[in-house]
């Protein structure tokens, strides 16, 4: 998956429509349901690419191991930081839908 990110391939869309796109649309449809609204609704995918961003932050890294102190997190803290994401995602989707 890093390779098909960095230097796609020919099989890069079939990669995507198989193994992302399914927990996209997935997430969409939860968030939408979160939102009161339709999963076409612009704030949706805005939520979706954020919840996306926080969790790839924790995949391995050699640079961000390198250039950040402490990363990777100890096994005890990942269970921590993936409630905080739960957490900050839910909320600032809370507040979004309590905006309209």
Known sequence: MRHESSEPTPLAPWIAEQ????RVRYL???VAELL???????????????IQAQCLFYAPDK??????????????????????????????????????
């Not at 193994?19 to 399914?22: H, K």
């Not at 096994?75 to 309590?98: C, N, Q, T, Y």
């Open 19 to 22: 193994a992302l796109m399914p």
């Open 28 to 30: 969409s449809r939860l």
């Open 63 to 100: 640079f961000r191991d390198a250039a950040i102190p402490g990363w990777p997190p100890a096994a005890a803290e990942v269970a921590a930081a993936a409630e905080h994401v739960a957490e900050f995602s839910l909320a600032g989707i809370r507040k979004l839908r309590s905006a309209r």
């Open 36 to 50: 009161h609204c339709e999963p076409a609704d612009p704030r949706v995918k805005r939520c979706v690419i954020s």
